[in-house]
């Protein structure tokens, strides 16, 4: 299931179902109805289906920016209710996105954020996702990921390219390579990664910007593809993100 949560995002995937989310006004925070960080605003919502594309065209807005403030400031995302049309299956959704201390992370000064979704279907809780992201930014660059309290894998980032301090509807470019070790002791490696970035048309004020993650994995023939998809303003606000829950 593909869930966009507005002010939020995430992965995408095939075989997904895409749900709505929207955050409530507040200083570094969003919750409910509203528009992400400082003031009011009206929540951007996508119905079941698809990442929400309306045309060729659309505005330029920032994209480093915008994910740097993402990621550096608190935010929280959550929206009841998202119905999956193929089967009516019921999801209630929320992310949070919390920065920690600044630290270490393979010799370099990183800052830190916890990102946590909570996902319920039909009632019943699905396994938390939480993860640590250690990055920089001004321009943001990815570092690497650990995964708390779900399994001991170490993801480290390489050949990192700086998003552009703008994008519009076309553009695209490279951004980052990963490998995923067993553990921070690196005994093996689980999977690497080429990450890609996109820009798509929204709406006449904002666009969609993706990350387009192909993940190998060792040992299984083929590859998965996902999206972390974030909705970005003219003002370089996230009024909505989209990520994927397990069906």
């Given at each position: 299931m593909l869930v966009l949560l507005a002010g939020c995002?995430?992965?995408?995937?095939?075989?997904?179902?895409?749900?709505?989310?929207?955050?409530?006004?507040?200083?570094?925070?969003?919750t409910g109805s509203g528009s992400t960080g400082a003031g009011a605003g009206t929540g951007a919502g996508a119905g079941a289906g698809t990442i929400p594309v309306t045309?060729?065209?659309g505005p330029t807005v920032p994209i480093e920016p915008?994910?740097?403030?993402?990621?550096?400031?608190?935010?929280?995302?959550?929206?009841?209710?998202?119905?999956?049309?193929r089967n009516g299956d019921n999801y209630s959704v929320v992310a949070d996105y919390t920065p920690g201390a600044d630290t270490v992370f393979e010799g370099v000064a990183v800052k830190t954020v916890a990102i946590t979704r909570d996902v319920t279907k039909n009632g019943t809780p699905l396994p938390r996702s939480s993860q640590t992201d250690f990055f920089?930014?001004?321009?943001?660059?990815?570092?690497?990921?650990?995964?708390?309290?779900?399994?001991?894998?170490?993801?480290?980032?390489?050949?990192?390219?700086a998003l552009p301090p703008a994008g519009k509807p076309g553009d695209t470019g490279n951004f980052y390579n990963s490998t995923t070790y067993d553990s921070a002791a690196k005994n093996f490696v689980v999977a690497t990664s080429t990450q890609t970035w996109k820009v798509s048309a929204d709406t006449d004020t904002s666009v969609i910007f993706c990350i387009d993650?192909?993940?190998?994995?060792?040992?299984v023939t083929g590859t998965k593809t996902k999206s972390d998809c974030y909705r970005i303003d003219r003002n370089g606000t996230i009024p909505s993100i989209f990520f994927t829950v397990p069906n």
């Open positions: 995002g995430g992965g995408g995937g095939g075989g997904a179902t895409t749900t709505s989310a929207t955050p409530s006004s507040g200083s570094g925070t969003t045309g060729s065209s915008a994910i740097s403030s993402l990621y550096s400031t608190p935010h929280h995302f959550d929206k009841p209710n998202n119905i999956d049309p920089q930014i001004s321009p943001y660059k990815l570092i690497g990921t650990t995964f708390p309290g779900q399994n001991n894998f170490y993801v480290v980032a390489s050949a990192q390219i993650s192909v993940v190998t994995t060792v040992g």
